[in-house]
């Protein structure tokens, strides 16, 4: 019975340290001043719908992204004014995963003999914390960021160059 309690709760644990979705172009976290990409992000765009993809460019009035439709293997570039964005969420590297914290802290309190009543709850609310915030750690979301101070986050932050023509970037 013990034993069915310990696997059950083991596999409870590892699903919620899953991680999120993270393109294959954001950097790990040490890299950050070396990618020549743009940062993932999702639009959504006066609760119609979602536009998510490379942030290109951004000014005060547009958003330029680089999306990949789902039903899709072609990726467009999709231009939306500003006001029809109502809300916005960028993430700009890989977060750091610490979801194998959480079976260690809570293989390591079950050798604390009874005190395992006490130690294993705390190490699970600590550990499952950490892991669920770790991934988190390098995004912002509309209220914690302007939409002029996107344009760091863009693979072209000071604005399209001279002679691009938008069409043809991938």
Same mark, same amino acid.
């Given at each position: 019975?013990?034993?069915?309690f310990?696997?059950?709760?083991? !596999? ?10 993270? @393109?294959? *172009? ?8 070396? &990618?020549? *990409? ?7 765009? &006066? ?12 000014? +005060?009035?547009?958003?330029? #992204?680089? +999306? $990949?439709?789902?039903?899709?293997? #072609?990726?467009t570039? $999709? ?10 969420? #960028? $993430?700009?590297?890989?977060? #750091?995963?610490?979801?194998? !914290? ?7 309190s ?28 390098f995004?912002?979301?509309?209220d ?9 986050f863009?693979?072209? @932050? ?13």
């Amino acid at each position: 019975m013990k034993t069915k309690f310990i696997v059950a709760a083991f !596999a409870v644990l590892l699903s919620l340290s899953s991680c999120t979705y993270s @393109p294959d *172009y954001l950097p790990e976290s040490e890299e950050i001043d070396v &990618n020549q *990409y743009g940062s993932y992000i999702s639009l959504y765009r &006066n609760e119609k719908e979602t536009i998510w993809g490379e942030l290109i460019a951004v000014d +005060s009035l547009k958003f330029i #992204v680089l +999306s $990949k439709p789902e039903d899709s293997p #072609v990726r467009t570039i $999709k231009i939306i004014p500003v006001k029809e964005v109502s809300k916005y969420y #960028v $993430k700009y590297a890989e977060g #750091v995963s610490y979801g194998g !914290a959480v079976p260690l802290f809570m293989l390591a309190s079950l050798t604390h003999g009874y005190y395992a009543l006490i130690s294993l709850p705390v190490y699970l609310l600590l550990t499952i914390g950490i892991a669920s915030s770790g991934d988190s750690a390098f995004t912002y979301d509309a209220d914690e960021i302007s939409v002029m101070d996107l344009k760091m986050f863009a693979r072209f @932050p000071q604005g399209l160059p001279p002679g691009i023509e938008v069409n043809k970037i991938r």
